[in-house]
């Protein structure tokens, strides 16, 4: 069993700038990969950034350039720094673990992006 516990959420204006938080009760190095999805009202989960245990990185493409997921491997935390935010970001932000094929997701934080 994983927990995970976000942070960092809130209100900013278009343009600017988020960083948010996701801790993991277990070592970062015992996933198989860790990242973010959002959900927009009315519409589906959606895979903003993940990392994997090699490293890999994905992103979508609504966001590359813009948003950088890092890890701390001490921490077993992930970060995603969000800039140049645009209302279409607004969301539930969702931390996401995947440990031997297993989903594993956190509370949910909320993004809002004024225009």
């Known amino acids: 069993q994983v927990q995970l516990v976000e942070s960092g959420g809130g209100l900013v204006q278009a343009g600017g700038s988020l960083r948010i938080s996701c801790g993991a009760s277990?070592?970062?190095?015992?996933?198989?990969?860790m990242g973010w999805y959002r959900q927009a009202p009315g519409k589906q989960r959606e895979l903003v950034a993940d990392i994997r245990r090699g490293g890999n990185i994905n992103y979508a493409d609504s966001v590359k350039g813009r948003f950088t997921i890092s890890r701390n491997n001490a921490k077993n935390t992930v970060y995603l720094q969000m800039n140049s935010l645009k209302p279409e970001d607004t969301a539930v932000y969702y931390c996401?673990?995947?440990?031997?094929?297993?989903?594993?997701w956190g509370q949910g934080t909320q993004v809002t992006v004024s225009s």
């Open positions: 277990a070592s970062i190095f015992s996933l198989d990969a």
């Open positions: 996401n673990a995947v440990a031997f094929t297993r989903n594993y």
